[in-house]
């Protein structure tokens, strides 16, 4: 069964740092470009980050730009997203995605919720 | 990037039709037809119900379709059943290789 799930959530400190992981099972991460999507409270969507199948591009919206990267660890199946200088607006659900072609996004995990706070 | 311009809300009664537009410009929704439409129920994953403007994945009900014209794209809902009832968002390519969302529209059966 094709599925994801995200971990690593939590209440954090602005200026600290957080990691994501997104654990896909039911196929193999390194034949499809993978993505991150948050929503904050009383928002809508917003397309986070993204990293290509053929590990070519990470691409990233510019409100992350330097402080957020993503990766992957094709040994365990996962992606990443390392979260550093977290501001309170970072506060969200995020959503790692699969991408079937081009930002067709089929398969999405159902989220883990990160609060930014002091 | 800015977000896309959907209405915050629309609805319809059982049966009915009801269409979401979603705005954009000639940067990303007038310029490629990587368009996708989700529907997002609240503490659920989002599923996609429409990619490539007017595209079905298979096991969505072909009640649901796709239009484009210039800057706006538009989702249709035809035959309105209660568990049509989400939030529903578009979301469009940017170029350079980023992603944008439109603002979502909340979707009531009446």
């Known amino acids: 069964q094709v599925q994801l799930v995200e971990s690593g959530g939590g209440v954090v400190q602005p200026g600290r740092s957080l990691r994501l992981s997104c654990a896909a099972s039911?196929?193999?991460?390194?034949?499809?470009?993978m993505h991150w999507v948050r929503q904050a409270p009383g928002h809508g969507l917003e397309w986070v980050a993204g990293?290509?199948?053929?590990?070519?591009?990470?691409s990233y919206v510019d409100s992350v730009k330097g402080r957020f990267t993503i990766s992957r660890d094709t040994s365990k199946n996962t992606l990443y997203l390392q979260m550093d200088s977290l501001r309170a607006e970072d506060t969200a659900v995020y959503h790692c995605?699969?991408?079937?072609?081009?930002?067709?996004?089929?398969?999405w995990g159902q989220g883990t919720m990160v609060t930014v706070s002091s | 990037q800015s977000a896309l311009t959907q209405p915050p809300s629309a609805s319809g009664s059982p049966g009915q039709s009801v269409t979401i537009s979603c705005t954009g410009t000639?940067?990303?929704?007038?310029?490629?037809?990587?368009v996708s439409w989700y529907q997002h129920h609240p503490g659920k994953a989002p599923k996609l119900m429409i990619y490539?403007?007017?595209k079905r994945p298979s096991g969505v009900p072909d009640r649901f379709s796709g239009s484009k014209s210039g800057n706006t794209v538009s989702l249709t809902v035809s035959g309105l059943q209660a568990e049509d009832e989400a939030d529903y968002y578009c979301?469009?390519?940017?170029?350079?290789?980023?992603?944008?969302f439109g603002g979502g529209t909340k979707l009531t059966v009446l």
């Open positions: 000639s940067s990303d929704v007038g310029g490629y037809n990587h």
């Open positions: 490539e403007v007017n």
């Open positions: 979301s469009s390519y940017g170029g350079s290789n980023n992603l944008v």
């Open positions: 990293f290509w199948a053929d590990g070519s591009v990470q």
């Open positions: 039911g196929f193999t991460l390194s034949r499809y470009g």
């Open positions: 995605a699969r991408d079937e072609s081009f930002f067709v996004f089929a398969v």
